[in-house]
């Protein structure tokens, strides 16, 4: 396979949303891991394959910290890495609000900054009732 086919094929993968995000920026990501090889092979340093392997790992892992800082990636390897992005689901968390409206004759004072017509860093505003 070809390398522009192989991006195709990455780009095109029909996955989750989770593994989409992973191989549209895979091959950047492959990409710039080889130019740092090359630089370092330039200015007299070495890099191993294993060494390069571990670096792809380490950029995939640090966007999907980025992206989905809610799973908790850890240093899974690249098989590892996919199962737990393809088994991932979400956990809805939901609690009830419920309002109540002012007792007869009482005032309400907002001091939030979440009033009305009263831009600013904070504001207090006050509703008397006259009754």
């Not at 990409?31 to 390069?52: A, D, F, P, S, V």
């Not at 004072?109 to 600013?120: F, K, L, Q, S, V």
């Amino acid at each position: 396979m070809h390398l522009q086919q192989l991006i195709i094929a990455w780009w095109k993968q029909n996955d989750n949303d989770k593994i989409k995000v992973v191989m549209r920026a895979m091959p950047t990501i492959i990409m710039w891991t080889l130019w740092q090889r090359r630089n370092n092979l330039k200015h007299g340093g070495t890099t191993t394959y294993n060494e390069m392997v571990m670096q792809v790992q380490e950029e995939v892992r640090k966007l999907l910290k980025l992206k989905y800082p809610w799973i908790h990636i850890r240093k899974e390897t690249w098989p590892e890495l996919i199962t737990k992005l393809k088994e991932y689901k979400t956990r809805l968390h939901h609690h009830y609000v419920l309002w109540k409206k002012q007792k007869r004759n009482k005032d309400k004072c907002n001091t939030d900054g979440a009033t009305r017509g009263n831009p600013g860093a904070s504001s207090i505003s006050f509703v008397v009732r006259d009754e």
